[in-house]
């Protein structure tokens, strides 16, 4: 390793902000050669003939102003994952980013987009621009953010977020689920210019473990004092309901339950299958853990506006056991077909790996000893549901089976490393030390998918914005139209 390379990793490490760690960076790639690698559009890891054609034709028909044309080939041939060029594989060689090729390509499709956003023509009034954004965004479809269970390892998503919010890539929708749900929450229940400050470790309370006297463990059968997590919930969340919190933070925010009881499904709830409830009890049903906490009534608002038990007779319990990551309801409700993954949970996070690692024998020898185990672990599972007696002893099997056979990865999935010190902190109320080095990591984590992320948002995230701006546009312009006076027919009175 010579000089200017240990500069490099150096300041990687030293890093503070990612503007520092991308330059950083982008260095160590120069070193080994992979500028060069960047700027070879061949590549058997994705279409790069096709992706090359689509470039041309776009930039040519936007330099020489041919609209209609331009938003023809954009409205049926604007594809996610056009030709494969999102593949993880593409964002394994180097530290920052990708093909050249790839980076031009969203680059120019974003350049057209806004060209046709801003731009005045004849034929192509607001009234269509709106229309085929709205068509086009429902055909690519959009981003997400999805945030696991996992305790107090979930200051690892605090990171995440705040990596993503400095670089404007933070998406419009976000689930949570346990610990995911508080950040969620605490994120969708603020305006957008009040984030900052939120993921300042000083500016949030995170003491939500307290353990309960030994006769209360007795009498409840639980472990931990929920008026302490309630407490921690209220220090760090509006009480507001889902319909509430998306007109302040314009951010759809989704939170899983998984029922107590049999003979209910798991919900994802949010503004549009659950706009009344509001969102701390919501919050708390997700973080029940069982064992840790009681099960959790929902709070609805009535049509008087007050504070009522929503079906009263139902509690419901930690989100993570039934679907820690929806992807998809998501899909289903908010057009989702690009997951990002924070994911913490402990049970978890020793077996996965990240798609953009080169398959080698180690982590192949991994996949094979988590997909054993978990074979093995759902037959015994399995069997055990269908000869044991006991409804509550079916019940904790059913839930051990739904915890196995979820999918815990995303299109990019950002983990925390597995260690002796994060595994220490699971249940601990953590100090403001441990804090700031649980949302640090989150951040430093994230900063290595940042161009994957924007490359695969931007589009997206373009097109949303547009139909902002004509939205907009088009409400300013029917206030300031004037009215036009009303004729009224005047009958002559009759003697």
């Not at 009263?312 to 319990?317: D, K």
Request: include cysteine.
């Amino acid at each position: 390793m010579n000089r200017r390379e240990r500069e490099a990793r150096l300041a990687m490490r030293q890093a503070q902000d990612y503007a520092s760690w991308r330059e950083a960076a982008s260095a160590f790639d120069a070193l080994h050669g992979l500028d060069d690698w960047k700027r070879e559009d061949a590549s058997d890891d994705y279409d790069y003939k096709l992706i090359r054609a689509r470039l041309r034709e776009i930039r040519n028909l936007r330099e020489a102003g041919a609209v209609a044309k331009l938003v023809y080939h954009l409205r049926q041939g604007l594809h996610w994952n056009l030709g494969n060029s999102s593949n993880p594989i593409l964002y394994s060689h180097a530290l920052v980013g990708t093909k050249t090729l790839i980076e031009d390509y969203v680059r120019e499709v974003v350049s057209a987009l806004i060209y046709l956003c801003d731009g005045q023509f004849e034929d192509f009034d607001d009234v269509a621009k709106l229309r085929f954004f709205k068509e086009t965004i429902a055909s690519f479809g959009r981003s997400a953010l999805m945030l696991s269970g996992g305790a107090t390892l979930g200051l690892f998503h605090v990171g995440v977020v705040k990596a993503l919010v400095r670089e404007d890539l933070l998406p419009h929708v976000i689930s949570g689920s346990s610990a995911g749900s508080v950040v969620a929450a605490t994120v969708g229940t603020r305006a957008p210019d009040e984030l900052e400050s939120l993921l300042d470790p000083k500016s949030s309370y995170y003491h939500f473990w307290k353990p309960l006297a030994l006769k209360d463990i007795w009498d409840k059968g639980v472990l931990m004092d929920q008026k302490q997590i309630r407490r921690g919930i209220a220090s760090n969340i509006l009480d507001l309901t889902f319909e509430e919190a998306y007109r302040r933070s314009g951010r759809i925010i989704n939170i899983t339950v998984s029922p107590a009881g049999s003979n209910q499904a798991p919900r994802l709830l949010n503004y549009l299958t659950s706009p009344y409830l509001y969102i701390r009890e919501a919050v708390l049903a997700s973080s029940a853990v069982p064992f840790l906490f009681e099960p959790v009534m929902l709070m609805t608002r009535d049509d008087c506006g007050k504070r009522v038990p929503y079906m009263p007779s139902l509690r419901w319990t930690d989100g993570s056991l039934k679907s820690d990551l929806p992807g998809l309801r998501l899909r289903r409700l908010h057009n989702v077909n690009h997951f990002v993954v924070s994911q913490t949970n402990p049970h978890v996070i020793p077996f996965l790996r990240q798609r953009t690692e080169e398959a080698g024998l180690a982590s192949n020898l991994r996949d094979y000893v988590f997909s054993t185990l978990r074979g093995s672990a759902q037959y015994a599972i399995g069997v055990g549901r269908f000869s044991m007696r006991s409804e509550r002893v079916r019940r904790y099997l059913d839930n051990a089976s739904s915890i196995i056979e979820q999918d815990y990865r995303g299109n990019i999935t950002i983990l925390p490393k597995v260690t002796v010190w994060r595994y220490a902190h699971v249940t601990g109320n953590p100090n403001l030390e441990a804090v700031t080095r649980f949302i640090q990591e989150g951040e430093r984590a994230t900063w290595k998918r940042i161009e994957m992320i924007r490359n695969q948002m931007l589009v997206s995230q373009t097109m949303t914005r547009c139909i902002e701006k004509l939205e907009a546009t088009t409400v300013m312009e029917n206030r300031e139209r004037p009215r036009r006076a009303k004729l009224e027919v005047v009958r002559r009175r009759e003697p």
